[in-house]
């Protein structure tokens, strides 16, 4: 039996999986829930939960369906402990998609964002928008 790819997805990517579970994002995170392992650290599903609680949202999905959202994350995705610490991305915002990539041994970074994507291949971990993951 093969070994399951672990993957991290950025916070666009889950927060398109929620609002528009059919988008590219939204297909991506699902395959990679349904044939991956996806990690998540405390940083990064902090971030998550900020970006939900937006008050933005509200007149697209109930705060209750996002909190539930984030329940239901927490409960497939497997929680990292941060333990290298990374300055390496452009935007040093997403520097916390790379510890937890690291930290949790991923094989996969699953993003649209730019100044992820432009350090594919990083590490040895493979950076893809989730289009190429899709294609793949």
């Known amino acids: 039996m093969r070994a399951r790819e672990r993957i991290v997805a950025d916070t666009n990517c889950l927060v398109s999986r929620l609002l528009l579970p059919s988008s590219v994002p939204g297909r991506a995170v ?38 539930q959202f984030l329940r239901l994350l927490g409960r497939v995705a497997e929680f990292v402990a941060s333990v290298f610490t990374v300055r390496e991305c452009r935007d040093p915002k997403d520097d916390k998609i790379l510890e937890v990539a690291l930290s949790g041994k991923a094989g996969l970074i699953l993003t649209g964002d730019p100044d992820l994507l432009t350090l594919n291949p990083w590490r040895g971990i493979a950076i893809l928008s989730p289009a190429e993951y899709l294609k793949r």
């Not at 349904?34 to 999905?61: C, Q």
């Open 30 to 67: 699902r395959q990679a829930v349904d044939h991956g392992i996806l990690l998540v650290s405390e940083a990064t599903m902090n971030e998550l939960a900020d970006v939900l609680a937006r008050p933005k949202f509200d007149r697209y999905i109930s705060l209750e369906d996002r909190q």
